[in-house]
């Protein structure tokens, strides 16, 4: 596609259920970020892939959060037992190799209740 | 631990009043600081990269200038379209995979 594409936009979900994001970066990217943005912050890393691989999932806050990307495009990122302070905007971008930009999508906002 | 620290928070300027948005980093070595445009629930728009202290990179008006320590984003002669929050961040040239490290950003309104 032309750009990351991220679905849904929005996600309204009760406390303790479980959440699948999805994101469809830009063809040909190996690279795949996710990011979480709260209100009036910045976005804050969570995890990395390169190709299929999570290469550096350090930035995941806990053992609930978990993200997939089997066959080297699309990825999912996983939230089981939600809590409302999982609410935010959750970022996905795309990288075609080192030394170039991130493209971002457009998020999907989490609204736990 | 990469930090970056961007200041004013928020800046509200008069159509053609020129300024500047500041951006203090630390990091383990500097492979590129970015800057990107955000709007109101959308996700960042990638602005320019700088590589090293002293470059400097220019887009209709915006100019984005680099030291060791600090970038600078220059606003000329700004227009109400330029309103918008500008993040700046960094990517560590050891380890951390190219992830970027934001600032909070500075939240630009500009007025006519």
């Known amino acids: 596609g032309a750009g990351v594409s991220q679905t849904p936009s929005n996600k309204v979900t009760e406390k303790g259920k479980y959440v699948e994001l999805r994101c469809d970066p830009i063809s040909g990217h190996t690279a795949l970020y996710w990011y979480r943005q709260s209100l009036g912050q910045g976005p804050e890393f969570l995890i990395y892939f390169q190709g299929t691989g999570a290469a550096d999932d350090s930035g995941l806050p806990n053992d609930r959060f978990f993200a997939v990307r089997p066959e080297g495009s699309v990825s999912t990122l996983k939230i089981q037992r939600t809590e409302r302070g999982d609410s935010a905007v959750y970022l996905c971008a795309s990288m075609a190799g080192p030394n170039t930009e991130a493209f971002f999508g457009q998020g999907t906002r989490l609204t736990v209740v | 631990e990469d930090q970056v620290t961007q200041s004013p928070e928020a800046l509200r300027l008069q159509e053609g009043e020129s300024s500047s948005l500041n951006c203090s980093y630390t990091?383990?070595?500097?492979?590129?600081l970015f800057w990107y445009r955000q709007d109101p629930g959308k996700g960042p728009e990638f602005l320019f990269t700088l590589y090293s202290a002293g470059e400097e990179k220019e887009k209709e008006r915006l100019k984005a200038t680099l030291t060791k320590k600090e970038s600078f984003l220059h606003i000329t002669a700004p227009k109400p379209e330029d309103s918008a929050t500008y993040l700046c961040a960094v990517q560590a040239a050891t380890g951390g995979g190219n992830k970027l490290t934001f600032g909070t950003g500075t939240q630009l309104k500009v007025e006519l």
């Open positions: 990091v383990s070595g500097l492979r590129g």
